[in-house]
């Protein structure tokens, strides 16, 4: 997947929310629902996140390998740490508002161009959700998966309120369906706070350079496994998450008496064992071997042998 599509496509859904923020604006200000403003916050952080991630990716683009050799991985996860801590603020906003609901319920109003509002943005979501996880599964870009989850929950919170806001429209004249817009406001703080869990683990994970997964160790454990007979000795195995990419370095020792071109082919051949293995998931690994030095038994043994 180019950098271009990606591009594009966060350019697309930044447009799509920018266009639409200021209709949800007026919708929360004309309907007397706690759950349609909620939403519009919702909505805000959209538009700031997708904001950011466009920024991301277009720095990523003109970013020069030679400067940046192994990409602008953190940066992305420094923008998802962010957007998750503007998030927290909205929260804190949409849950005072929606207990003020609770305790003072009114029956909701003027919600007609909040129900039209909703619905676009729940049709919208949905699309660019699907053409995010798409690009962020092909590229393995923290950002994309990131605005891959925005849209996702933009798209439930979106078509919670949608029939919440329906409901109480139609029967406003039965009191305890007042009580339904709060609730439904407090649906949407529970995306929202699920999405703010995602961006925390991902990228706090990724920002202290998170070793693979169990199922990534056994991997590199089978490729050694069929490489056993190449090496001699096997140090540590240092593996990490660097900006969506994984990285495995390898410590390992080998027969002094082999010669240069011997070692360079058996680290050769072992790293394509190892980048095979992951392949077969679909998984892309970078890997490094380091050259131990010859223990003390082993290189008297060989200049035993090379006297004799």
């Not at 590229?139 to 925005?150: H, I, W």
């Not at 096997?234 to 495995?248: A, K, N, P, Q, Y």
Request: with cysteine; hydrophobic share 55%.
């Amino acid at each position: 997947m180019s950098a271009s599509s990606s591009q594009k496509l966060s350019f697309q859904a930044l447009c799509f929310v920018a266009v639409l923020f200021p209709f949800y604006v007026l919708a929360a200000a004309l309907a007397n629902s706690a759950a349609v403003l909620t939403d519009m916050l919702a909505t805000s952080f959209d538009l700031t996140s997708l904001a950011a991630c466009y920024l991301v990716l277009r720095i990523s683009a003109r970013s020069k390998a030679h400067r940046f050799a192994y990409g602008l991985g953190k940066l992305e996860n420094l923008a998802e740490l962010m957007i998750a801590v503007l998030q927290v603020v909205l929260v804190i906003v949409a849950t005072a508002r929606a207990v003020m609901g609770l305790l003072h319920p009114e029956p909701v109003s003027g919600a007609g161009l909040g129900l039209l509002v909703t619905a676009v943005a729940v049709t919208g979501n949905v699309y660019l959700h699907i053409q995010a996880r798409r690009m962020a599964r092909v590229a393995r870009s923290p950002v994309l998966a990131a605005q891959a989850r925005v849209h996702l929950v933009s798209a439930c919170s979106s078509g919670a309120v949608f029939c919440v806001t329906l409901v109480t429209s139609t029967f406003s004249g039965v009191s305890w369906i007042a009580y339904l817009d709060p609730a439904a406001s407090f649906v949407v703080i529970g995306f929202m706070i699920f999405n703010i869990y995602e961006m925390l683990t991902n990228s706090l994970g990724s920002l202290l350079d998170q070793a693979i997964g169990e199922a990534g160790q056994l991997r590199i454990l089978k490729a050694l496994t069929r490489c056993f007979d190449d090496f001699e000795e096997l140090g540590d195995i240092r593996t990490r998450s660097h900006g969506g990419r994984m990285m495995v370095e390898l410590h390992l020792g080998f027969d002094p008496a082999w010669s240069v071109e011997r070692a360079r082919a058996a680290v050769a051949d072992l790293t394509l064992k190892v980048k095979e293995e992951f392949a077969e998931v679909g998984d892309e690994v970078d890997v490094a071997v380091v050259l131990m030095p010859p223990t003390p038994r082993t290189f008297a043994g060989t200049l035993a042998q090379d006297a004799a």
